[in-house]
């Protein structure tokens, strides 16, 4: 399949293209400049690629939680360009998509994917190994602090994955051995989901999608 695949919700922004097994990809080293950036990265990838929108089979994006600003820009490049070239739309949900990309660098049952919210605050699922794929058991929101609790009927086998893990396994020191950088997680993560989703027709039209915001608005003493 030739799939468009868009990932800006933290850290920095990436595009990448799949064409006839093969992926082109481009980050964006910057990730402030992701409002003025991201369209001509798209451009230059496809550029890469040899293709033209016209060509594609479906566009993915990572729909989230992540950062409110860029979550917005990234599904609205995404549903601009589906809608421009009449293409089927699959948001991928962006903890799910990162735990999968750490799984070649741990044996762990299960994956606790993190993606950074306020200041010492982590969007933060539990997914477990279910053959050779992954299956959301929870997810939640929680200070750095909270999550050896929250994890603590998992045992020891599991592994905390993010980008700049680090940062947590400075701050809670007792999941320093559980912690796996998760550098590797970019849009070329997202296209084994949105092949599933095109091939099984579970993509959406582009004025259905929305991005997965969580915390928008939500005082810092509620937790979901």
Partial sequence: MKILAIECTHGFASVAVSNA??????????WQKTAEA????????????????????????????????????????????????????APVPTLIALA?????????????????????????AICRRDGGELVEVESFRCDAAELPGRLASLGADFAIAGRGVQVIADEVSQLAPHCVEASSFSASSLLPFARKALAENGAEASAEAVPDYRQAFVPRSVRS
């Fill in 21 to 30: 097994g093969n992926v082109a990809e481009q980050r964006l080293a910057e």
């Fill in 38 to 89: 991201l369209v001509p990265l798209v451009e230059q990838v496809m550029a890469d690629a040899g293709l033209q929108p016209a060509d594609l089979d479906g566009v993915a994006v990572s729909s989230g939680p992540g950062s409110f600003t860029a979550l917005r820009i990234g599904m609205s490049v995404a549903k601009g360009i589906a809608f421009g070239a009449d293409l089927p739309l």
């Fill in 100 to 124: 999968s990309s750490v799984l070649p660098h741990t044996d762990a049952l299960h994956i606790v994917p993190v993606i950074p919210s306020r200041a010492s605050e982590y969007f933060a």
